[in-house]
């Protein structure tokens, strides 16, 4: 069936890093890919998003480009912040009207001043 | 906007017990899904509702049921509460099939 597979964490950087956090997928077709983020005592929220291959969905500077030839959706930033402090999930979107939306286990990134 | 809203924040119950948890979705969004989250297993799907009817399931027992009105507000019940049930119950909503899920800060349940 479809799948998601991320990078388990927990990813420690320093302010102003460098990050990439990997995410691959399973999929029969072409669904859309999504990245979401978590803050402590929060709900998921959207981060960024692609519907087809080669789009790139960016947002807050975070940045990640659908590729369909590697099956990847990975999530990079240039320069983290303590604030980008959380937990991220990489996720496949439904195809079909009965699918649901199938999501990775998380990323806990942790960003030391 | 008002964006997905789930009430009560934080809960605590006792073994035994039942609990109803509601979730308000997004204004013109019809579908909703709840998720468990645990430290241990992570984001489990539970349900989805759309337009009043179940669409999609988890793998959770019976004990876990929800239900969609005609407003597509939604509510989840567990019944016969267990020390493993104690989790973040998360909703989201969307507009349609294909697109992104909008979610709701949470519900914390602690079960003594």
């Known amino acids: 069936g479809d799948s998601v597979t991320q990078m388990e964490g927990p990813v420690t950087l320093s302010e102003e890093a460098f990050l990439t956090i990997n995410c691959t997928y399973t999929?029969?077709?072409?669904?859309?890919l999504f990245w979401y983020v978590q803050y402590p005592g929060e709900g998921l929220q959207l981060l960024l998003k692609?519907?087809?291959?080669?789009d790139k969905g960016s947002n807050k500077g975070f940045e990640a480009t659908y590729r369909k030839e590697t099956t990847s959706f990975h999530l990079e930033k240039g320069s983290v912040q303590v604030s980008d402090s959380a937990v991220y999930f990489c996720?496949?979107?439904?195809?079909?009207?009965?699918?649901?939306?199938?999501f990775g286990k998380g990323t806990r990134l942790h960003i030391l001043p | 906007k008002a964006g997905v809203t789930q009430t009560p924040r934080y809960l605590i119950k006792t073994r035994g017990q039942q609990v109803t948890l509601s979730c308000s979705p997004i204004?013109?969004?019809?579908?909703v899904s709840w998720y468990q989250q645990t430290p241990g297993q992570g984001l489990q799907f539970l349900f989805e509702?759309?337009?009043?009817?179940?669409?999609n399931k988890g793998n959770f027992p019976g004990r876990f049921s929800g239900r969609q009105f005609s407003n597509s507000r939604s509510e989840m019940n567990v019944s016969t509460l267990e020390l493993g049930d104690s989790a973040l119950y998360l909703c989201?909503?969307?507009?349609?099939?294909?697109?992104?899920?909008?979610f709701g800060q949470g519900t914390r349940l602690t079960v003594v």
């Open positions: 989201a909503s969307k507009r349609g099939s294909n697109t992104e899920a909008f």
């Open positions: 999929a029969t077709g072409y669904p859309s």
């Open positions: 692609a519907t087809k291959a080669d």
């Open positions: 996720a496949l979107g439904p195809m079909n009207r009965d699918d649901k939306i199938i």
């Open positions: 204004s013109g969004h019809r579908s």
């Open positions: 509702y759309f337009s009043e009817t179940q669409r």
